[in-house]
């Protein structure tokens, strides 16, 4: 019997106060994983969708792996048929084109959760006892960092400046550990062992993610 996906909700950034890197790569790795299951479904099929996923050009470089490792084998053969009919049409006209805009839908749709919990983030940073909360967490990465601190004012610049600091002295405490328990060939490891990854998204973001 086939499921039909429902179309993804967002997932509060509350919820993501108890698990492990930036908060808000967390909510939209959920939303992009949910949204994409979602609509490799409707390209199977919804044939204007499909079309139109065709005519703009399909994914980005990103979204066109992640998509891959999502879908079933059949999603994927008849989304990338139809974009090697589209370019075969256009060499048989001699309209092939040596540079192409690619408008992935799969970004835009990004973009706009996006900012959404940028601002989600920011009326919740305006209550104390969320403010609390949000100095344990692992905080946000650079890129998401710099984009709030261009939407809010000074107080709340201030505060996630000082809780950054905060945060990024205790995950440099918890590669030290790591790295001293590797090489002491310890296998206690406790909050450090993801530490290393915790690390990576704290100064790139989640993959894929633009500035």
């Known amino acids: 019997m086939n499921i039909i996906p429902h179309s993804p909700s967002r997932h509060s950034l509350r919820e993501a106060l108890n698990y492990r890197g930036c908060l808000i790569c967390y909510v939209l790795e959920k939303y992009e994983n949910d949204w994409m299951a979602y609509f490799q479904y409707q390209i199977l099929t919804n044939e204007k969708v499909r079309q139109d996923l065709i005519a703009s050009n399909g994914y980005c470089n990103d979204h066109f792996y992640v998509m891959s490792r999502l879908s079933s084998p059949i999603v994927n053969a008849i989304l990338t048929r139809g974009l090697i009919e589209r370019d075969m049409g256009e060499i048989d006209k001699g309209s092939f084109e040596s540079k192409r805009a690619i408008h992935c839908p799969a ?71 790591f790295i001293s328990k590797v090489r002491s060939t310890s296998r206690d490891m406790k909050e450090e062992k993801n530490s ?10 989640k993959k894929g993610l633009r500035e």
């Open 196 to 205: 290393w990854w915790i690390a990576i998204e704290k100064l790139v973001g």
């Open 107 to 177: 970004c835009q749709e990004m973009k706009e959760q996006e900012d959404f919990y940028l601002k989600e983030l920011k009326n919740f940073l305006s209550d104390e006892a969320f403010q609390k909360e949000y100095e344990g967490t692992d905080g946000l990465c650079q890129i998401h960092l710099r984009k709030m601190l261009n939407s809010i004012d000074e107080g709340l610049s201030q505060f996630l400046l000082k809780t950054q600091g905060i945060q990024l002295r205790r995950l440099k405490d918890e590669l030290e550990a």
